[in-house]
C-alpha cells in the first residue's frame, strides 16, 4: 500500500484542513473567554453594567455560540487560505522585493472576504448572544424565540436576525484587515531571524499582541454594534452614535474597552494558536 492512504489525500486537503482548524479554534476562544465577552457588552450596553446584569449569569446566551462558532470561523479560514492562495498563484511572476508589500495587500483583501463570509453565521449568532447577555432575555432559546414569535413574515424575520449586519462588517474588516497582516507580518520576521518555521507558542503570542492593536483601534465601532444590536426598535446606526456622543460624550464610544482588549488579547493567542495547532497537526496526519 502507498504511503498515503485516502483517508490522509482528504485530510490533506488545504479546504478542509482549514475548514476544520478554524472550527476548532474558533469553538476554542469563544468558549474559553465566553464570560469576559458577557461583561464587555454589558458595559456597552444601554443603561450601563448593573442594570444588565452584572456580574451574574456570565454565561447567559452561550448556546447561541456552541451553535455558530464553529462554522463561523471555518468559513472565515476556508475563505481567507483560498483567497491567499489563489492570489499568490497569479502573482508569481513579482521578485523577492515585492514580495513583502504584496503579501501584506493579499492578506488585507484575504481577511476582508474571510469575515465577510464569516459575518453570514456571526451576525444572528451576535443579535441572540447578545440579547442574552444583556438580560433581556434568559438563555439564547428565548432570545432566539422571540426573534420569530414577535416578528411576522420570513423577510421580518431575516431583517430581525441580520441586524447590525452593516455596522459588524464595518467592525470587522478594519479590524481583521489590521490584526491578521501584522500576525503574518510578526511570524514572516521571525521566521527569518530563527531560519525556521514559527512554532504554535510564537504564532499564539503574535496573535495576542495583533490582536490587542486591532481591539483598541476598532473599539467604537464594536460599542455602536452591541448598541444597535440590542436597541428595542430598529434605528439607524448614525442615529444611534449621535445620541451616544450627546449623552455620554466621547468616553462612552470606548466603554468596555478594557475586558474588549483582554478577551481579544487572550483570545487572538488561543485562536491563532490554536488555528496553527490543528492545521500543522492535520497537514502531519
Not at 462558532?69 to 492570489?87: I, N, Q
Not at 449586519?165 to 503574518?184: A, C, D, K, S, Y
Not at 430598529?234 to 445620541?243: G, H, K, T, W
Request: charged residues 15%.
Amino acid at each position: 500500500m502507498g504511503s498515503n492512504s485516502p483517508s490522509q489525500s482528504f485530510l490533506a486537503s488545504p479546504y478542509l484542513s482549514s475548514l476544520i482548524a478554524g472550527g476548532f479554534a474558533g469553538t476554542a476562544v469563544d468558549l474559553s473567554l465566553y464570560p469576559l465577552d458577557t461583561l464587555k457588552t454589558r458595559l456597552q450596553s444601554s443603561g450601563g453594567f448593573f442594570a444588565n446584569g452584572g456580574w451574574s449569569g456570565v454565561y447567559k446566551g452561550v448556546g447561541s455560540v456552541i451553535a455558530g462558532s464553529a462554522p463561523g470561523a471555518a468559513l472565515f479560514f476556508v475563505t481567507y487560505e483560498a483567497t491567499k492562495s489563489a492570489l499568490a498563484r497569479s502573482r508569481q511572476f513579482y521578485g523577492r522585493d515585492t514580495a513583502g508589500a504584496v503579501a501584506v495587500g493579499d492578506h488585507m483583501l484575504a481577511a476582508s472576504l474571510g469575515e465577510i463570509a464569516a459575518c453570514t453565521v456571526r451576525v444572528p449568532t451576535e443579535v441572540v448572544k447578545q440579547r442574552a447577555q444583556a438580560s433581556q432575555f434568559s438563555s439564547s432559546w428565548t432570545a432566539l424565540r422571540n426573534i420569530f414569535t414577535s416578528n411576522r413574515g420570513p423577510g421580518r424575520v431575516w431583517m430581525e436576525l441580520y441586524r447590525g449586519w452593516g455596522i459588524t462588517i464595518m467592525r470587522e474588516i478594519p479590524f481583521t484587515v489590521i490584526q491578521f497582516p501584522l500576525w503574518e507580518a510578526m511570524k514572516r520576521w521571525r521566521s527569518v531571524r530563527k531560519v525556521g518555521k514559527v512554532n504554535v507558542g510564537e504564532s499564539a503570542l503574535f496573535g495576542s499582541l495583533s490582536g490587542c492593536v486591532a481591539a483598541a483601534a476598532t473599539t467604537p465601532l464594536d460599542v455602536l454594534k452591541t448598541r444597535l444590536m440590542l436597541g428595542k426598535k430598529r434605528e439607524p446606526a448614525l442615529s444611534i452614535l449621535r445620541n451616544m456622543v450627546k449623552e455620554e460624550g466621547a468616553r462612552g464610544l470606548f466603554r468596555g474597552i478594557g475586558p474588549r482588549i483582554i478577551w481579544i488579547s487572550v483570545g487572538g493567542a488561543i485562536f491563532l494558536g490554536a488555528w496553527d495547532f490543528a492545521k500543522g497537526a492535520l497537514e502531519n496526519l
